[in-house]
C-alpha cells in the first residue's frame, strides 16, 4: 500500500511538474510580457489552454499511465493528445505503436496510411507501415513502402536488409540477391548480409552459391551455431550426407555442448540407420545435461529401434519417475515390456494411459494387438467394444475389432464390423481391403472382387488390391496379361515377398518358366518359411525339370507342415532317380 501510495504522489508530482512548467507558474521564473513594454502592462494570460500544451499535458499523462501498466487509460490520453496536435508526427508515431502493442493492428495500420497522406516523405511511417505489412503476409505492399522510405535514407542497411526480405517473400529472389549483393560491395563482411544472402540463393534453388555463401560465414566467424545448422540441412537436401556429419563433427568440436548439433547429428544418424553411432551421441548430450526428459525418451527409442528391451524399459521408467504422468513414456514402457516378451507387464502398462491422452488410441490398440497375440482374442473383443461404446470412432478400433473376429473365425461378425465402419468411413481403403480379404475367406469371391474393385477407383496403385486381382486371374487363368501388369504394377509402389511371388505365379501360369524363376526365389529369401512360396517355386522347378530342387522344397513343406494338402503326392510324383 505504502509503495502504491509513494507512486500516486510521484505520478501526481511529476503531472504538477508538467502543468507548472507548461503555465510559466514555476517558482522563481519569471513571465515575461508578451507584447511590448511601450503597449503598457499586459495582463497574464495561462498558456495551459494552448491545444499545444493540453496535447503536452495529455502526452505526460499517457507516458505515467504506460509507467503503471494501465494501457487502456494510457491509450485515451494519447488520443487525446493526438486530436489537440493532429499535426504533430511524433504523436501520430506514438500511436501507432501503441495501437500494435495493445494488438490492434487495423488501427495502427489506418493511423500510418493517414500520416503518410499528409507526409508522403515520412521515412519512418513508410518503415514502420512496412513492417507491419509484411508481418502480416503482405510482401508487395511491404516492398513499395520500403523503397519510398529508401528514398530519404538509401544508404541505411538494416531498410536494405528488410526490402530484401520482402522481395524475396513476394518471390522476385533475383532482385532480392541483388539488392543484398550490392549491400556486400559496400560491406563485404557484413554477416547479416552474407547469411541472407546464402538463404535467397537456397531458396531461388542456387545451391552450390548458397553452400559458398554459408561456408565463407563459418570461415569469416567458425562455430556459428545456426549458420551451421543451415548449412548441414542443406548438404542433407542435396542428399552430401558425409558432408554434413562432418560438419556436424567439426561444430561440435567447437561447441561441445551445442544441443541443436548434438540432436541433428543423432537424427541423421539415425536416417542413416547408423543407430550405434546416434545412441553414443545422445548418451554424450544426455552426461552434458542429465536426466533431461525429451534426452532420454529419445535414448530410449532408439533402444526400442536396436531391440535393447531392458535398456529402453530402464530409459522410460525413468522418465516415469521424474513425470508419473507422462503417458507417451508408459505406452513406450509397454512396447519395450512386449518387446522383452512380458505381455502381461505391458498390457498392465499400457491399461494405465489416462482416457484423454493423446496416445490413448495407440495404448488401446496395442493392447487389443497384445491380447490377439496371446490368444485372448476375446479381451480384445470386450477392450475394443467398450471404446466405441465411449463414442470413439477411430478407423482403426473397427480395424481391430473385425481382425478379433476374424482370428475366432467369427467371419460374420467381422463382415458387420467392417460394413458399419464403411458407412462412416466409405473412401477407407484399409478397411474396405480388410472387408474383401473377410469376403474371400467366406467364399464369396464375387463379392471380394467387386470391393477390390472399387478401391482401385479410390486408389488405382493400391498394392495389394491390384495383387488380389492379379493372384486371381492368375488362379483362373483368365487375363494373364492384365494379371501381369497388375502385379508389376503393385511392385512398382513396394518390393515384398508375397508381391514377388504373384508375379513368378503369374509367369509360371503363362508358362514364361524361367522368368518366373527370380522372382519366385527372390520372394522365397524373403519369407523363408511361407508354404504357398515353397509350393509355388516347387512347382515351377517341376516345370523346368529341376527334379532335385524341386524335391527339396516339397520336403520342406512337409517339414512345416506333415498334413500340406497334394505335396506328398508331388513329391511322390518326381522320378524315382531324380529323388534324394
Same mark, same amino acid.
Given at each position: ?35 511590448? @513594454? ?129 522481395? @524475396? ?26 547469411? %541472407? ?5 537456397? *531458396? ?65 544418424? $539415425? ?6 553411432? @546416434? ?17 532420454? %525418451? ?118 458387420? $464390423? ?31 472382387? *467387386? ?5 482401385? &477407383? ?106 500340406? &494338402? ?9 522320378? &524315382? &532317380?531324380?529323388?534324394?
Amino acid at each position: 500500500m505504502c509503495i502504491a501510495s509513494n507512486r500516486l504522489k510521484l505520478s501526481l508530482a511529476l503531472l504538477l511538474a508538467a502543468v507548472a512548467l507548461l503555465t510559466g507558474c514555476c517558482p522563481g521564473v519569471a513571465v515575461q510580457p508578451r507584447g511590448p @513594454a511601450e503597449h503598457g502592462r499586459i495582463d497574464y494570460v495561462s498558456e495551459i489552454s494552448l491545444p499545444e500544451a493540453k496535447s503536452t499535458f495529455a502526452y505526460t499523462q499517457y507516458r505515467l499511465l504506460v509507467a503503471e501498466g494501465r494501457w487502456e487509460e494510457a491509450l485515451t490520453a494519447l488520443e487525446r493528445a493526438v486530436a489537440l496536435d493532429a499535426g504533430s508526427r511524433y504523436l501520430r508515431m506514438s500511436l501507432a505503436k501503441a495501437y500494435l502493442h495493445t494488438k490492434q493492428q487495423d488501427r495502427a495500420i489506418q493511423i500510418l496510411r493517414d500520416l503518410l497522406l499528409q507526409f508522403p516523405d515520412f521515412s519512418d511511417g513508410h518503415e514502420l507501415l512496412a513492417d507491419l505489412l509484411l508481418h502480416y503476409e503482405k510482401p508487395s505492399k511491404a516492398v513499395t513502402h520500403y523503397r519510398q522510405a529508401l528514398a530519404t535514407k538509401e544508404q541505411s542497411t538494416p531498410l536494405r536488409l528488410k526490402l530484401g526480405m520482402a522481395l @524475396a517473400r513476394s518471390g522476385e529472389l533475383a532482385e532480392a540477391i541483388s539488392v543484398v549483393s550490392a549491400i556486400l560491395q559496400d560491406q563485404p563482411e557484413s554477416l547479416s548480409a552474407m547469411l %541472407s544472402l546464402s538463404r535467397y540463393y537456397r *531458396e531461388d534453388r542456387q545451391f552450390s552459391q548458397a553452400v559458398n555463401v554459408y561456408r565463407q560465414i563459418l570461415a569469416m566467424k567458425p562455430g556459428q551455431e545456426q549458420v551451421l545448422l543451415e548449412l548441414a540441412d542443406l548438404l542433407q537436401q542435396l542428399n552430401r550426407i558425409d558432408e554434413a556429419l562432418e560438419l556436424y563433427l567439426d561444430g561440435l568440436e567447437q561447441q561441445p555442448g551445442s544441443i541443436a548439433m548434438r540432436e541433428r547429428l543423432a537424427r541423421l544418424l $539415425v536416417q542413416e540407420k547408423r543407430y550405434p553411432e @546416434a545412441l553414443q551421441q545422445l548418451q554424450e548430450l544426455n552426461d552434458r545435461y542429465p536426466d533431461r526428459p525429451e534426452v532420454l %525418451s529419445r535414448i530410449g527409442l532408439l533402444q526400442l529401434e536396436m531391440k535393447r528391451w531392458a535398456e529402453a524399459e530402464l530409459m522410460f521408467r525413468k522418465i516415469l519417475r521424474q513425470q508419473p504422468d507422462h503417458d507417451r513414456s508408459r505406452y513406450y514402457l509397454g512396447m519395450a515390456l512386449s518387446g522383452a516378451g512380458d505381455i502381461r507387464g505391458a498390457l498392465e502398462e499400457l491399461a494405465e494411459v489416462a482416457e484423454d491422452s493423446p496416445v490413448r488410441l495407440e495404448a488401446v490398440t496395442q493392447r487389443a494387438y497384445l491380447y490377439q497375440l496371446n490368444d485372448q482374442a476375446q479381451h480384445a473383443i470386450e477392450l475394443l467394444r467398450k471404446e466405441l461404446d465411449k463414442g470413439s470412432s477411430e478407423p482403426i478400433l473397427f480395424y481391430y475389432l473385425a481382425s478379433s473376429y476374424a482370428s475366432q473365425d467369427q467371419l460374420e461378425q467381422a463382415e458387420q $464390423v467392417l460394413r458399419e465402419s464403411l458407412e462412416l468411413y466409405p473412401e477407407d481403403v484399409t478397411l474396405r481391403y480388410q472387408l474383401g480379404v473377410v469376403l474371400e475367406k467366406l467364399d464369396r469371391r464375387d463379392a471380394a472382387r *467387386e470391393e477390390m474393385a472399387r478401391i482401385l &477407383e479410390l486408389d488405382p496403385e493400391h498394392a495389394d488390391a491390384l495383387n488380389y486381382m492379379a493372384y486371381l486371374k492368375a488362379e483362373t487363368g483368365e487375363n494373364l496379361e492384365l494379371a501381369l501388369s497388375e502385379v508389376k504394377r503393385a511392385l512398382a509402389t513396394k518390393e515384398a515377398g508375397y508381391l514377388l511371388d504373384t508375379l513368378g505365379w503369374v509367369y509360371y501360369k503363362l508358362g514364361r518358366f524361367e522368368e518366373g524363376r527370380q522372382p519366385l526365389e527372390k520372394a522365397l529369401r524373403l519369407r523363408p518359411d511361407d508354404t504357398v512360396i515353397l509350393e509355388h517355386l516347387g512347382d515351377l522347378y517341376r516345370a523346368l525339370s529341376l527334379w532335385q530342387l524341386a524335391g527339396e522344397v516339397y520336403r520342406r513343406i512337409l517339414e512345416l507342415d506333415p498334413l500340406a &494338402e497334394g505335396i506328398q503326392e508331388k513329391l511322390d510324383s518326381i522320378p &524315382e &532317380e531324380q529323388r534324394q
